[in-house]
């Protein structure tokens, strides 16, 4: 296998080869999914990076790779000796990638990318620079694909049906919802880009991608016509009879791109620009007038139904169980029997199989012992995997897929003798995590209005963690489901008003590099609360039911009414676990959501 610095040098041989002196891979495939399958993996192919967010740009002398703060640790190990520079986003310092090439980028010089894999947005953004600078854009090309010779196929893997016992509502009626929608908007035709989005609509789901049972697929609706561009491959009779019966006519996956410049001007297309990537977006003539908006169907599939809500709380209830039992066995048997940190993920996912209706995890778990807990996204692998010893602290960040929906949850487990610093770091995760999950606000305001409350407990104290709080959590979809989320600054397109029915999570953390890591996780639904002369009220209700670790805890760093906080969640926990555990397991629990 070739190294990075080599596959550097075969693009930039097609990069001179096509006119192009920067070239810019982001970590997207042709939908904007925040995590890829195979196939698309060209910015790990081409710098060795592997987290899941981050923009290569390769320049004719240098290479750069922007990525967030969860994944700094990781990158800066990841880049050693590959010639790519790290650039961290959001750090004084450090220029957007955008800035760096209104910079560095010279007189008439030319800015590649496969228009696929860019978002309309971000396109726009670099045909400015480029206009700037009296330069060009080529975003016709992928010039990784032209140097991978080993590249992945794209899946083609079979496609299933959600039953609406699970969605809580038929596809007709989602359809229908989104006609209304549009016609409000005054558009007839709307382009649908995100998988996401069509396989609520329709009731699907797929294995396109690992861990999320998405199919990669488009469509375009108009008021009596669907159109599904799919490989069909992956639909069996059953399923292309089911779309059959709700009008839906399929075509090939990438006929997209030459059916939407046949939209005439009488027409009005409604798109989301955050969504769609650039070479569809720019395919729809200009003459035609456009809705730029968020897609209805996003919006529709975050707020739960209430029929998803009771199944997504009885999934929450089975991995809460796995997770307990996972707890006890690993506190009773680390240092006895040899556990490593891919074991003892597999362990918890034994727990969650024996729960019942379980399918697969629901993301790529996160399991790190000790100093990798520092790292914020670290994912163990057969090279990093090291055992855990009777001391210090497991943090698992991990999911589960259950026919009733999807879990997103994070815990950090005492293994043995911590330090006091360790304790209060402990101490300090679970009030900032629980000062969120029991926030009381006014109905009108997004996740950044709230976000506060997770880091106060962390501001007070001159401290801060370098991710966002929580993020809405997907039916059997993207784990990380926008608009609902929990952040400290607004992000446009990635933000939305708090509204009942909404699943969040709630995840602060505290990361020391070279020493540990902790972080905790609770999903929150958004609740109404009373309403009276002073506004509509709202609430926040957890739905996972799994101790905070009390031999992290240490009560004397906590305030009264903290402690109360933390007393009343686990008098909770006990009260909805505890029937669904032998005799054993409910007194090793007890000990466990004591009083503190």
Not at 225 to 250: R, S
């Amino acid at each position: 296998m070739s190294s990075v610095p080599e596959r550097l040098k075969a693009l930039r041989s097609k990069m001179e080869e096509k006119g192009i002196d920067y070239y810019i891979v982001p970590t997207a495939d042709f939908h904007q999914d925040e995590y890829v399958g195979e196939h698309f993996k060209a910015r790990v192919f081409i710098t060795g990076f592997t987290g899941s967010a981050g923009t290569a740009m390769i320049g004719m002398d240098d290479a750069r790779l922007w990525t967030d703060g969860r994944y700094f640790i990781q990158a800066e190990k990841q880049l050693k000796d590959t010639t790519v520079q790290l650039m961290k986003m959001f750090e004084p310092g450090y220029p957007t990638l955008t800035e760096f090439l209104m910079d560095h980028l010279e007189e008439g010089q030319t800015v590649g990318f496969d228009g696929r894999v860019v978002s309309k947005d971000e396109g726009d953004a670099y045909a400015a620079v480029a206009e700037k600078k009296h330069g060009h854009i080529k975003y016709d090309i992928d010039l990784i694909d032209e140097i991978w010779k080993d590249r992945p196929a794209m899946s083609t893997k079979p496609a299933w049906l959600l039953p609406v016992k699970y969605a809580g509502k038929s596809a007709e009626e989602k359809i229908s919802d989104i006609r209304e929608k549009m016609a409000g908007a005054g558009a007839d035709i709307h382009v649908e880009t995100t998988p996401d989005d069509i396989c609520w609509t329709l009731n699907l789901r797929g294995d396109d991608i690992d861990y999320f049972p998405l199919m990669l697929s488009y469509a375009v609706i108009t008021p009596d016509e669907y159109h599904l561009y799919v490989d069909e491959v992956k639909l069996n009779d059953d399923l292309k009879n089911y779309l059959a019966d709700l009008g839906v006519t399929l075509h090939p996956y990438n006929d997209v791109y030459e059916d939407v410049k046949k939209i005439t001007e009488d027409h009005k297309v409604m798109i989301d620009p955050h969504k769609a990537n650039y070479a569809l977006y720019s395919n729809i003539s200009p003459e035609v007038s456009k809705v730029n908006c968020m897609c209805p169907e996003e919006m529709f599939k975050t707020v739960k139904n209430p029929v998803e809500i009771e199944n997504i709380k009885k999934a929450q209830v089975k991995d809460s169980v796995a997770h307990i039992r996972f707890m006890k066995w690993l506190k009773e048997n680390v240092g006895k029997t040899r556990i490593t940190e891919i074991s003892a993920s597999d362990k918890l996912d034994e727990f969650r199989k024996e729960m019942g209706n379980y399918i697969k995890p629901s993301f790529e778990p996160i399991s790190s012992y000790g100093e990798h807990a520092a790292i914020v996204h670290y994912a163990p692998t057969p090279e990093t995997d090291i055992e855990l010893k009777p001391e210090g602290m497991l943090l698992t960040d991990t999911g589960a897929g259950f026919w009733e929906g999807s879990t997103d949850i994070t815990r950090t487990y005492v293994l043995g003798p911590v330090t006091q610093k360790m304790k209060e770091d402990f101490t300090l995760v679970a009030i900032s995590n629980l000062s969120l999950g029991n926030a009381v606000f006014t109905y009108g305001i997004t996740g950044v209005a709230l976000d506060n409350h997770a880091r106060n407990p962390f501001w007070k104290r001159r401290l801060n963690f370098n991710h966002g709080t929580g993020h809405g959590v997907g039916y059997l979809l993207n784990i990380h489901e926008s608009p609902a989320s929990f952040r400290s600054r607004f992000v446009e397109g990635d933000t939305a008003i708090l509204e009942e029915g909404m699943i969040i999570t709630d995840e602060p953390g505290f990361y020391v590099e070279g020493s540990h890591g902790i972080r905790l996780e609770n999903e929150l639904l958004v609740c109404s609360d009373v309403t009276n002369e002073f506004g509509k009220f709202m609430h926040m209700e957890p739905i996972t039911w799994i101790p905070f670790d009390l031999d992290g805890i240490d009560p004397d760093f906590m305030s009264s009414e903290e402690r109360e906080m933390l007393n009343d969640y686990h008098k909770k926990v006990y009260e909805i676990t505890s029937p669904f555990l032998n005799e054993e397991e409910r007194q090793w629990l007890q000990h466990y959501t004591r009083e503190v």
